[in-house]
């Protein structure tokens, strides 16, 4: 919980100094710096949590991938705030998934449960 | 040499009417010499046709015979042996240490009980036999050279030890050098040939007479099958297989009767004292590892679960418990006072956190309750061995009763029942409807996370085992592959509830053993008719791809799904991890990790083996349709593929 609110707080002050990210570019690196490796190619989770609706802003982003919890840590050195402010805004671009009651092979399945 | 010297002897005693004998033996040599010298003085010119003399000579018998034959080999009698063993199949690469076995399988024992199956490598071999094992509960045999093919195999044999499956394995070796015909059969023979396997085997033997070798190969199967059941490896001599059965052995040599031993059950008080622990107990919870070797381990442990309301934690090591019961996964080890093990192979991971790769420094922490009470139920406590580090961190738990799981639950659900008196059974019967609840959200969860990126291409692995689920769900099913590097979706879909719905995994995580273990698994389910899937990692087949031919030619029918992300998944993201401690270069973590430029084509692959097969597919909605079409392949008899473009997990 401590760890949420220092998240947020760092999000709050820092969103007003955030660049505006390139979703092209961002894919780009989202590819390259192997993000897709467990958050999968679209977002949407695997080894690593579902990005896609993204819960944070840009700011909160950015501070949590620079300490993270079980992912890799990525310095500034390794990815610096506008490279991550591209990776967000590709983020921010991808397209949520099908709602689930409208799946018929989830709802049967739901059914069979 | 005084063992030539004997055998010679024998051989004479065999050779009935080969009056010079002795001189027979020699004059092979003196005639091959002749022979030698006729190559080197070989004319340019063409030969001309042959004469009279040279006619009569090849026409007309030799006034000597020189008996090189004999009706009676060694190998006869071993596979007399074998064949009490009651092997369906003997799964093999062709070796010419073993050539005398091999033949008398085929010939004298018909091939039949057990079959040959033709491999392409020994660690399919080693690992056809593990899954083999998972499916029909007894072993398979597997023959290999005592040198290169065990080398082959080695890895294969330490997944099968990890994972507790006894596997039957004959190696051929020469062992005397005064046998060894040439430099082939010198760099194939070793002087204690198991030695190499002996860290990761529960037993092995190089008998040096047939008598002996019947012995031991009756005692190897009755210790590879107690449990903990693990590999054995058995030492076939060459000599032993090739020259003729002793006269003076014929009429003395004996197959010894197998008596499996009963397995292990726990101490009777250490019994009552786990059973007045978790009646007592306001939480309990029981974390399964190999509990189930049988059928009835299932029944068994649902009775448990039951009797005490426990929600059941599976490991995911074999199918232990019904998926859709409403005790699957409801409950945790930090929410237990009572933590009950079958079975667990690693307990101490159960009960800590484990430290994330990408962390310096460890820092796992006990996730228990203060004061809750650990009990484990584990063969593994009687026996192990100290190279290899499978058994995991050592932990301290409050009850340990060595023993087999399945065979001490009986009375562990007997002493239950006893102690549970009228108002311990309405605490019991009051937390059912709880757990209930928590395994239907659990699954509910599942199903609805399932749905995310449904439409993504490449397909995820919940679309890709949802789409599978619709296809095989009313069919007589059977997964013949792990679920790990699937996010265990067909675990969180599908209802697992038959004793060979689900075969668990490698044992000790060696690359190579999926695609072989599916074909044994198969094999098993061949004759009761089940469509076996496998979902197939890429890397994993990698290893040795030749067993897609196996398949195909032995028409075991299989549907193989490939879980195709083009990488060593595992590895790129452990890589990425160590760029990102390391601050430089995560985008360079794909050098090495990634299987891509060329991506390799599966379905190209699996038809060049012989299999029907489709793909690459990448859209999601192309899926079901090619599932029903290879699972009407598998249905006639025969192995199937389809090469899907997954998502890393």
Same mark, same amino acid.
């Given at each position: @919980? ?112 | 040499?005084?063992?030539? *010297? ?19 033996? &020699? ?16 004319? #340019? ?60 399988? =085929? ?30 509960? *007894? ?38 050098? !005064?046998?060894?015909?040439? $430099? ?5 023979? &070793? ?10 085997? *529960?037993?092995?033997?190089?008998? &040096? ?12 199967? *009755?210790? #590879? ?8 490896? +058995? ?10 059965? /002793? ?38 919870? =029981? ?57 667990? /192979? ?13 962390? @310096? ?9 203060? %004061? ?29 009763? !060595?023993? $087999? ?26 937390? !059912? ?19 995310? %990126? ?9 679309? @890709? ?73 890429? %890397? ?6 030749? &067993? ?36 430089? %270069? ?10 891509? $430029? ?21 859209? /999601? ?5 090619? +599932? ?19 998502? /890393?997990?």
């Amino acid at each position: @919980m401590q760890r949420l609110l220092l998240l947020a707080l760092i999000a709050v002050l820092a969103c007003a100094q955030s660049p505006a990210g390139d979703a092209k570019h961002g894919k780009e690196l989202f590819l390259s710096f192997g993000c897709y490796s467990c958050h999968s190619f679209d977002g949407h989770g695997g080894a690593g949590a579902r990005l896609v609706p993204m819960p944070l802003n840009q700011a909160g982003f950015t501070a949590f991938v620079r300490n993270a919890g079980r992912m890799p840590s990525y310095s500034s050195k390794v990815l610096p705030d506008e490279k991550l402010a591209d990776i967000y805004a590709y983020i921010k671009s991808l397209p949520t998934s099908p709602d689930a009651k409208n799946i018929p092979l989830i709802q049967e399945l739901l059914k069979e449960n | 040499m005084a063992r030539s *010297k004997k055998i010679s002897v024998d051989r004479r005693g065999f050779l009935k009417g080969a009056a010079a004998g002795a001189a027979a033996l &020699v004059a092979r040599p003196e005639a091959a010499k002749a022979q030698d010298a006729a190559e080197v003085h070989r004319p #340019a010119t063409p030969t001309p046709l042959p004469g009279a003399k040279q006619t009569a000579s090849e026409t007309t018998p030799p006034p000597h015979v020189d008996v090189w034959t004999t009706d009676r080999p060694g190998s006869d009698f071993m596979v007399d042996v074998i064949k009490t063993l009651g092997f369906e199949y003997v799964a093999a690469n062709p070796g010419s240490a073993f050539r005398g076995i091999h033949e008398s399988l =085929i010939n004298y024992g018909g091939n039949k009980a057990p079959e040959l199956l033709t491999c392409c490598h020994e660690e399919s071999s080693i690992a056809m036999a593990h899954g083999y094992y998972k499916i029909e509960g *007894k072993p398979m045999m597997v023959m290999a050279h005592g040198t290169v093919g065990l080398q082959h195999a080695s890895m294969a044999i330490y997944n099968a030890y990890a994972d507790r499956v006894p596997v039957y394995l004959l190696l051929g070796n020469i062992q005397d050098g !005064a046998w060894r015909r040439s $430099d082939v059969e010198w760099a194939h023979s &070793v002087q204690d040939a198991a030695s190499m396997v002996r860290d990761y085997t *529960k037993w092995d033997d190089s008998p &040096v007479s047939l008598g002996g070798f019947a012995e031991s190969a009756v005692r190897a199967y *009755k210790i #590879a099958m107690t449990p903990p059941m693990e590999p054995i490896v +058995i030492v076939a001599d060459a000599v032993l297989q090739e020259e003729p059965i /002793p006269e003076a052995d014929r009429g003395r040599l004996q197959i010894p009767k197998l008596t499996l031993a009963s397995p292990p059950a726990g101490d009777y008080g250490a019994i009552k004292e786990a059973a007045k622990m978790l009646v007592a107990a306001e939480n309990p919870v =029981i974390v399964a590892g190999r509990v189930a070797r049988t059928p009835e381990g299932i029944n068994l442990l649902v009775q448990l679960a039951e009797t005490l309301q426990a929600p059941v934690i599976d490991r995911n090591l074999r199918m232990n418990f019904p998926t859709a019961h409403p005790l699957y996964g409801a409950g945790t080890v930090g929410g237990a006072d009572v933590v009950l093990g079958l079975e667990v /192979p690693d307990m101490w991971q159960v009960t800590h956190t484990q430290t994330p790769v990408n962390k @310096m420094g460890m820092e796992s922490k006990r996730v228990t309750k203060p %004061g809750a009470k650990v009990i484990t139920i584990f063969a593994g406590d009687l026996f192990g061995k100290s190279n290899y580090q499978d058994f995991g961190r050592y932990d301290e738990v409050d009850l340990a009763i !060595a023993a $087999d799981a399945q065979a001490t639950l009986p009375m562990l659900i007997d002493e239950c029942r006893k102690l549970i008196t009228a108002d311990r059974k309405a605490v019991i019967q009051a937390r !059912a409807a709880k757990l209930a609840e928590v395994s239907r959200r659990n699954r509910e969860r599942d199903i609805e996370q399932a749905a995310w %990126g449904w439409d993504a291409s490449p397909v995820t692995t919940a679309r @890709m085992a949802a789409e599978l689920w619709n296809q095989i769900k009313t069919e007589d099913w059977s997964l013949v592959s792990d679920v790990t590097f699937v996010s265990w979706w067909p675990r969180r879909l599908w209802d697992f509830d038959k004793p060979y719905h689900f075969i668990g995994g490698h044992g000790a995580y060696g690359v190579g053993y999926g695609a072989p273990a599916a074909v044994g698994a198969a094999l098993a389910n061949k004759k009761h008719g089940r469509i076996s899937v496998n979902i197939q990692c890429d %890397g994993d087949l990698n290893y040795a791809p030749g &067993v897609l031919w196996t398949a195909a030619h032995h028409r075991i029918p299989m549907l193989n799904i490939m879980h195709n992300n083009r990488a060593y998944h595992q590895e790129l993201m452990y890589v990425e991890d160590m760029a990102a401690r390391a601050r430089r %270069g995560v985008d360079r973590a794909g050098i090495g990790t990634a299987i891509t $430029d060329p991506n390799i084509d599966y379905a190209m692959m699996a038809k060049a083996y012989g299999m029907f097969s489709e793909g690459p597919i990448e859209n /999601p909605n192309d899926l079901g349709p090619a +599932i029903k079409r290879a699972i009407e392949v598998v249905k006639k008899g025969e192995p199937a593929m389809i090469d899907v473009v997954t998502q /890393p997990r």
